[in-house]
């Protein structure tokens, strides 16, 4: 059972938009700890696409964005693309575990 | 450029040991925290340790925690994580993140797989 909380699937189909939601607690997400995703293709490392909540890394498409708001936060993606087809992970802080805390994951599928 | 070069890992038996190594550049390494996060086969991701800038504070998973000791050298701008007492849980891809003010960086991953 992961601390943060993802649904495990999402889809749609080519230039739909797409959320991911990470659920939280106050110890984490809700202690305003910054929440970072991460993409992950098959056999591949994890990729950042948001780190501080909302900021993408150079290189990472204006298609994806990420807001937070109390103890939750999700990862927003326009115009899905084929290429979008992976597994997402959220990140925070928990205080109370004095460490990292993920989401279980969410496998994206573009239909 | 920030860069997280890692070594060691490898195929261990059960209730032996190994050493991952972490050679960072591009960065003040003694001024960030160093954590290690693993995925096991098929399974999510799973923070396993953090050490702060400065090595005095380690911090643990309930999962590998009297048995993994992480520690950092300074001089050598590497972290370290020593694995003892393994577990064939303990199978997985092993990663050393660092969250700098610039973003979040990984390592590029190493495998440790402990199986008799």
């Known amino acids: 059972q992961s601390v943060l909380t ?17 659920t939280g607690s106050r110890s984490n ?8 995703w991460y993409q992950q293709l098959p056999t591949k490392a994890p990729k950042v696409l948001i780190y501080g909540n909302l900021n993408r890394p150079s290189g990472v498409p204006n ?6 708001s109390g103890t939750s936060a999700s990862l927003a993606i326009t115009g899905l693309q084929s290429e979008d087809e992976a597994d997402y992970y959220c990140q925070s802080y ?9 989401g279980g994951g969410t496998k994206l599928t573009v239909l | 450029e ?8 490898g195929l261990v038996q059960p209730g032996g040991s190994l050493r991952l190594s972490c050679a960072a550049s591009g960065f003040m390494f003694n001024t ?14 799973e923070w396993v340790s953090a050490v702060s800038g400065n090595g005095n504070s380690a911090y643990y998973a309930d999962s590998v925690k ?4 992480i520690s950092r050298d300074n001089s050598k701008n590497t972290l370290f994580l020593q ?12 990663y050393c993140v660092t969250n700098l003010t610039q973003g979040v960086f990984w390592g590029q991953g190493t495998t440790v797989t402990v199986s008799s």
Not at chain 1, 63 to 68: E, L, Q, V
Request: glycine fraction near 12%.
């Open chain 1, 6 to 22: 993802q649904p495990p699937s999402v889809s749609g189909a080519p230039g739909q938009r797409v959320t991911i939601s990470c």
């Open chain 1, 29 to 36: 997400i809700g202690a305003d700890f910054d929440v970072h």
């Open chain 1, 63 to 68: 298609r994806f964005s990420a807001s937070k």
């Open chain 1, 94 to 102: 928990d205080n109370t575990l004095n460490g990292w805390v993920f």
């Open chain 2, 2 to 9: 920030v860069q997280l070069l890692q070594s060691g890992g």
């Open chain 2, 32 to 45: 960030y925290g160093m954590n290690w996060v693993r995925q096991a086969p098929g399974k999510g991701l």
């Open chain 2, 66 to 69: 009297g048995r993994l000791t």
């Open chain 2, 83 to 94: 694995m003892n007492s393994l577990r064939v849980e303990d199978t997985a891809i092993y």
